[in-house]
């Protein structure tokens, strides 16, 4: 017998805990219309970002390493579904909504830009108003994805990934208005910095950055001495810390891992994200998206080619810009920076 949704959304009445998000009294999406027969709109929503192009790009954009030619190293593609797992797990284990929770990891990281956070940064100090990839995230969503109609996604996972952004701000998120309005976006932020943290010391050392001998000893005490166990280590402590009551979930760690979870992700910064050998790469990369960037601001022929027709508005063909640039692959970007900017063998002979 084929399971219908009408029998989905019931069955998530009867598993599913008082404080989990329900596919049946979702707020809504942006524009109303008819739902599917057999998926929830949480099930759409995720299907609807595994097909984007956005989603597919980002295969080919940094997670920590420029353009990695090693077939190990984490992309932003592989972050997401890494995240995508640990949220899963986490959120069967709250009895929370799994259809939703993946929707949103999958969606998080829509909007970044290439070249990891050296793009993002490049782009927060050109742009007019500033630029941050949750924004963006949102905006591939609602505005740029099926040329120019959006995704339509669900109230809930807009939510979720426009207030997954951390950055250096706290592990727990306190802020009532930049917390996400359902557990589930609450449980992805969380996911997120569990993978990131343990992953990224996983590239560093495969790339040599950073040696074994390297981690502080006290993180490696508290959360293990490998990924895998690390991982492990920050799940389990979060499912036994975490505060769960009969229409309410309050999210924590130990003190002991949460404190062990911050120094690590200090150490990252001090010892991978900002040292010579990555940040020279990225000092250069900021280069190639501020040029680009001018270029597309002034030149005309070159726009119209490679994006369409030219604007009248300045500011919504610097938005155009500002958009075209956010999307791009690392790869695409070098592409189009040597086609443009760099000189070519003459090709009489």
Request: aromatic share 6%.
């Given at each position: 017998?084929?399971?219908?949704?009408?029998?989905?959304?019931?069955?998530?009445?009867?598993?599913?805990?008082?404080?989990?998000?329900s596919a049946a009294r979702s707020r809504g999406r942006l524009k109303p219309e008819p739902e599917?027969?057999?998926?929830?709109?949480?099930?759409?929503?995720?299907?609807?970002?595994?097909?984007?192009?956005?989603?597919?790009?980002?295969?080919?954009?940094?997670?920590?390493?420029?353009?990695?030619?090693?077939?190990?190293?984490?992309?932003?593609l592989t972050h997401t579904v890494e995240v995508s797992q640990i949220a899963r797990t986490l959120a069967r284990a709250l009895r929370l909504n799994e259809d939703l929770?993946?929707?949103?990891?999958?969606?998080?990281d829509l909007g970044h830009t290439p070249f990891g956070h050296a793009g993002e940064e490049t782009l927060n100090e050109i742009f007019p108003g500033g630029f941050s990839h949750h924004h963006q995230s949102l905006r591939v969503v609602d505005v740029l994805e099926k040329e120019g109609q959006g995704l339509n996604l669900t109230f809930e996972v807009?939510?979720?990934?426009?207030?997954?952004?951390?950055?250096?701000?706290?592990?727990?998120?306190?802020?009532?208005?930049?917390?996400?309005?359902?557990?589930?976006?609450?449980?992805?932020?969380?996911?997120?910095?569990?993978?990131?943290?343990?992953?990224?010391?996983?590239?560093?050392?495969?790339?040599?950055?950073?040696d074994e001998t390297d981690i502080p000893g006290d993180c490696l005490a508290v959360l293990g001495p490998r990924t895998s166990a690390r991982i492990n280590?920050?799940?389990?402590?979060?499912?036994?810390?975490?505060?769960?009551?009969?229409?309410?979930v309050e999210p924590a760690f130990s003190s002991e891992v949460h404190?062990?979870?911050?120094?690590?992700?200090?150490?990252l910064y001090d010892f991978v994200y900002d040292v010579s050998e990555v940040h020279a790469d990225f000092i250069r990369s900021a280069k190639v998206v501020r040029e680009l960037f001018e270029i597309f601001r002034t030149d005309d022929a070159l726009y119209t080619r490679e994006i369409g027709?030219?604007?009248?508005?300045?500011?919504e063909r610097t938005r155009r810009v500002c958009d075209f640039i956010a999307g791009m692959t690392d790869r695409y970007a070098l592409d189009l920076y040597n086609?443009?900017?760099?000189p070519r063998p003459w090709g009489v002979y």
């Open positions: 017998m084929i399971l219908l949704r009408r029998d989905i959304e019931a069955r998530e009445q009867r598993i599913l805990a008082p404080y989990a998000a599917c027969d057999f998926r929830t709109c949480f099930q759409r929503d995720r299907d609807r970002i595994i097909h984007s192009k956005a989603f597919r790009r980002l295969k080919h954009k940094t997670q920590v390493f420029l353009a990695p030619t090693g077939d190990h190293y984490r992309t932003r929770t993946e929707a949103i990891s999958l969606g998080h807009r939510d979720g990934i426009l207030k997954h952004s951390k950055g250096k701000g706290p592990i727990i998120n306190s802020d009532p208005e930049n917390r996400p309005v359902s557990v589930e976006g609450l449980i992805v932020r969380t996911a997120d910095i569990i993978a990131y943290i343990a992953h990224d010391v996983d590239d560093a050392l495969r790339g040599g950055v950073i280590t920050m799940v389990r402590d979060f499912l036994t810390n975490t505060r769960i009551e009969p229409d309410h404190q062990a979870m911050i120094k690590l992700r200090d150490f027709p030219t604007p009248i508005d300045q500011a086609r443009i900017f760099l």
